[in-house]
Nanobody, 123 residues
Framework: VQLQACGGGLVQAGGSLRLSCAAS????????MGWFRQAPGKEREFVTT????????YYTDSVKGRFTISRDNAKNTVYLQMNSLKPEDTAVYYC?????????????????WGQGTQVTVSS
């Protein structure tokens, strides 16, 4: 599976962005998908995940109620809608694919990664 993330950019605090991650290959629907982010000088952190069917989602506490993950298996794409953005959301955002939903918060459980897209939120 090859992943291509896009949709990042510069936005003011309180604004919104929608990230997309397009996957190649015919097996996209078999993978659970996640979004991680990495801010300068910090470790990569889990943001959210969605199960292969779209029926299960989890979010890190800091984005609950503001971010929404979704997927369209017919389009081989996963989305991250980000609302009410804060300066602390500034990071490079990565999408990733995992064949397991166990330990979804662990980056090591994801087999495939996209190249990352920069999100910058100004105050």
């Amino acid at each position: 599976v090859q992943l291509q993330a896009c949709g990042g950019g510069l936005v003011q605090a309180g604004g919104s962005l929608r990230l997309s991650c397009a996957a190649s290959g015919r097996t996209f629907s078999r993978y659970n998908m996640g979004w991680f982010r990495q801010a300068p000088g910090k470790e990569r952190e889990f943001v959210t995940t969605i199960s292969w069917s779209g029926g299960g989602t989890y979010y890190t506490d800091s984005v609950k109620g503001r971010f929404t993950i979704s997927r369209d298996n017919a389009k081989n794409t996963v989305y991250l809608q980000m609302n009410s953005l804060k300066p602390e959301d500034t990071a490079v955002y990565y999408c990733a694919a995992s064949s397991s939903f166990n330990s979804y918060y662990n980056a090591g459980r994801y087999e495939y990664w996209g190249q990352g897209t920069q999100v910058t939120v100004s105050s």
